[in-house]
């Protein structure tokens, strides 16, 4: 199959320096519009290692289409079996320097919360969900964002229109969330409660993996 793709100069180079394939050749790519540009970038651990449960791994490619739509890929392992993963494309629309942050980033305990990450990966631009609303609004909606399976792996892939995902495709933080730091089986409060709200647990909203341009 041919692929007839076209990327950013900055983003070549920043691709290149990284030693990512940045060309759309995935062969179940079924989309049959030429793409705007896309953007792949592996994904790493957030956490340190010393947060137990916390050292996945994945891939991810974000692809705007010249019909205004996003496509959106991520496959990931490591993660916490038969849960839901909350992820989005962080980023902040119409800058391009943002970027993952380092487990330094979690300061005294050790710990990278969502609020500890924003400075550097910035805010919700969009929701990966399975279904139904991809805006902020959905960032925290767990009943319609992938689950790993038993294994810890998942693999996600979307087409949705989005406004700030699309003009922002080249610049974009991709974030997973969830880490069952205690290894319960379930997202509770043994850590805690999230940074953004004390009605969630923190395992279920702790950035997990993170990718992008900048990284
Ligand atoms: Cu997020």
């Known amino acids: 199959m041919r692929t007839r793709t ?3 100069t900055a983003a070549v180079a920043a691709i290149a320096s990284l030693g990512v394939a940045g060309t759309a050749t995935a062969g179940h790519d079924e989309n049959p519009s030429a793409a705007v540009g896309t ?3 592996p994904l790493a651990p957030v956490q340190a290692g010393t947060v137990d449960n916390s050292q996945g791994q994945g891939s991810t490619r974000v692809t705007a289409l010249p019909n205004g739509k996003v496509q959106v890929q991520v496959r990931a392992s490591g993660l916490a079996p038969h849960l839901p993963h909350a992820m989005h494309l962080h980023g902040v629309d119409g800058a391009r320097d943002q970027g993952c942050p380092g487990p330094a980033a979690g300061g005294g ?3 990278v919360t969502v609020l500890e990450g924003a400075p550097f990966y910035g ?3 969009a929701s990966l969900t399975t279904t139904g609303d991809t805006t902020a609004a959905s960032a925290l909606d767990l009943d319609r964002y992938p689950v790993a399976d038993a294994g810890g792996r998942l693999s996600y892939t979307r087409t949705f229109t989005n406004d700030l995902a699309w003009a922002n495709a080249d ?3 991709v974030v997973v969330h969830g880490i069952d730091i205690n290894g319960s ?3 509770d409060f043994g850590a805690g409660p999230s940074s953004l709200t004390p009605a969630v647990p ?3 909203t702790i950035p997990a993996l993170c990718g992008g ?3």
């Open 6 to 8: 076209t990327i950013a």
């Open 39 to 41: 953007y792949a970038y």
């Open 109 to 111: 305990d050790g710990i």
């Open 123 to 125: 805010g919700i631009l």
């Open 171 to 173: 610049s974009v933080q």
């Open 185 to 187: 089986g379930s997202y």
């Open 202 to 204: 923190l395992e279920a």
């Open 213 to 215: 341009i900048a990284n």
